[in-house]
Structures are given as C-alpha cells and as structure tokens.
C-alpha cells in the first residue's frame, strides 16, 4: 500500500508562561481500575532495559512517536493510548542513540506512577531524583545531566488526535463515495518537535526534534 506524505504549517510557539499554565493542568483524568490493567497488559512488550526497539509492535488502540534531536544525541519515545476524545501518554523514554540499544536508556517516565502528563500537544516529564527509572543523576541529556533537570517539556508541532479525526472522517466521505474502502493512518509520517529541558536552577535549554508515528 502506498503512503502519502503530507506537509504540514508549523503552528505558532506557545510562549513560555502559556506553556507553564497548560503544564500545571495536566493532571491525568482519573481512569477505572480494569482499564488501567488492561492498558499495563498492553504496553507490558515495551518495558525492557534498553530503547524502543525500532521494529517493536505497537499494542492495539496505541500510537508510538519517535522524536530524534536533530544534533543526533537524544531520542524521545513517547506511546500514547488512543481515547475516545483525546490521547493519553503512557510513558515515554529518553535514550541516547548513539550507543548500543541495550546500554542507551536514560530515563523512563510512567504516567501510572505520576512522571509524564500531555495536553493537546504538549507532553511533559518530571523527573524524579528519588525513582531508579529517572533517577541517574550523571546520565548526558539535551545539553546537560538528568539529576540537573526538573522536568522535560515536548512540544508536538501537531495534535495527534485532531489528524487522525480528520483523516478518518476524509476516509470515510471518500469511501462512501467511490464505494471503495480506503485505509487511512490519520498521522503525516514525519514531523517536527522542540523539547525544553527546565533545570532545577532555572535555566533552560532547547532542543529541535525530528519525529514519526506508527501504529
């Protein structure tokens, strides 16, 4: 099957002080019990010891995006749970690409265990000294150490949610009216990302990011 690429306007920054208002209100919606057992059984494949690995599946109802700093020193993964009105991130992880797959991770960021929230196109991480998984402190990432950061903010340059809304329901007219079914993905293959890294000092850097998305 054949892929289009789509070209997409980069969206106005958000201001810093914007970006400070949508991160202090995005506390995850409370989930039922069973749902977020059957959301851990689905993403159990992605928990190991290393990056995600490039040809790994992605679980039913799940989209994983895949951002690479355009320096080539920091990859951001982040799996999100596709909701009925919105995407959910489940967790994301920071590796180091340039070396082996096995000894590249930096840090792991789990929703379930309050590190990672996302709103709309923002996703944040909040590292915490204090768990093993975003806890080693001397590891290289966007310019500084992890024990130096307090959180880490991605900036999507598109709504994944919106996309893929959009995609389907253009599928779907085009079905209805040529009678042929037509498989649509919903996200471009390819786009753009910034992530801010805030410093426990105050200080902050900025980094730019290629990404993907699959199903």
Known sequence: MSVSWAVFSRPERL??????DLKSSMMP????????????????????????????????????????????DTELDILF?????????VWMVASDPTVAPENSEIARFEADEGLLSNSDTLVVAHVDPRNPKTGRKGERIGGTVLGALKLIMLDLDVDLFELNASATADGALSADASGVTVAT????????????????????????LDCTSRR
């Open 15 to 20: 201001s810093f002080e914007r970006k400070m």
């Open 29 to 72: 919606n409370p989930i039922p019990a069973m749902a977020r057992i059957l959301m851990a059984t689905a993403a159990i494949g992605f928990i190991h010891s290393g990056a995600v690995a490039a040809d790994m599946l992605v679980p039913a109802g799940h989209e994983l995006v895949e951002c690479v700093s355009v320096d080539g």
């Open 185 to 208: 993905t919903g996200v471009p293959a390819k786009f753009s990302a910034q992530a801010t890294y805030f410093k426990r000092n105050g200080d902050q850097h900025v980094q730019d």
């Open 81 to 89: 749970q596709m909701e009925e009105d919105r995407y959910r991130g």
